[in-house]
């Protein structure tokens, strides 16, 4: 069964203290894999998108890198504004229906 | 702007009182599709369209309806809501291959 995991499921940062999320997957093929950024009550924004093992994608004090089983999301030296839940969906490339499976999650809070 | 609408953004509705939440995109995607948000279950999908007039069920189909009438709009329709489909929902959109737009959010309360 294709699924998601992302770990820790909550994270507290001190301002400054970088840090890593994970996100492993299980599924039989990989069409894509897309990190989100997501505030209270709003709708997730997009990040990334890393498509083969050994990818890296950058944006500021966040890195995203993909391996054949898991993706890391970097934070370098955060500030409270990044403090947010992170999100993690899958694209198998075995579904025809272009599917997304989502992991739950990791909150992050960083602390001034 | 390219943006993903929907509205209402909070609604408290009675049991069996039919519903609608709407959804609009001005980004000429193909790709639709509508998501309720629970704690501690992440994002489940409910239904989803490749095209208009082309549409599937997801994970927790149960109890909803849509339609694709026009590529741009997606409405959610909740014939008989109950109790248990109070949630945050989103609609979102994208090219078939691409990451999604979503939309700001309705917050459902059934009573």
């Known amino acids: 069964e294709d699924q998601v995991t992302q770990s820790p499921e909550a994270l507290r940062l001190q301002e400054g203290e970088s840090s890593s999320l994970n996100c492993s997957y299980t599924?039989?093929?990989?069409?894509?894999l897309f990190w989100y950024r997501q505030d209270p009550g709003k709708g997730p924004e997009f990040l990334f998108t890393?498509?083969?093992a050994g990818e890296e994608k950058e944006k500021e004090r966040l890195k995203a890198t993909l391996t054949k089983k898991e993706s890391f999301l970097h934070i370098t030296a955060p500030k409270p504004e990044d403090s947010a839940t992170y999100l993690c969906?899958?694209?198998?490339?075995?579904?025809?229906?272009?599917?997304?499976?989502f992991g739950t999650g990791t909150r992050l809070k960083v602390l001034a | 702007e390219a943006q993903v609408t929907q509205n209402p953004r909070y609604l408290i509705t009675v049991t069996g009182k039919k519903l609608t939440v709407t959804c609009s995109q001005n980004?000429?995607?193909?790709?639709m599709s509508w998501y309720r948000q629970d704690p501690g279950l992440g994002l489940r999908q409910i239904y989803y369209?490749?095209?208009?007039?082309?549409?599937d069920k997801g994970d927790v189909p149960e109890g909803y309806k849509v339609s694709r009438k026009e590529k741009r709009n997606f409405p959610l329709i909740l014939e008989s809501p109950s109790p248990n489909q109070t949630s945050l929902y989103f609609c979102?959109?994208?090219?078939?291959?691409?990451?999604?737009?979503f939309g700001s959010g309705t917050r459902l309360t059934v009573v």
């Open positions: 599924v039989s093929g990989l069409r894509g």
């Open positions: 369209s490749m095209n208009v007039e082309v549409t």
């Open positions: 969906a899958v694209q198998p490339s075995t579904s025809g229906t272009y599917k997304y499976i």
């Open positions: 979102a959109s994208s090219y078939t291959t691409g990451h999604y737009t």
């Open positions: 890393l498509y083969s």
């Open positions: 980004m000429n995607h193909e790709y």
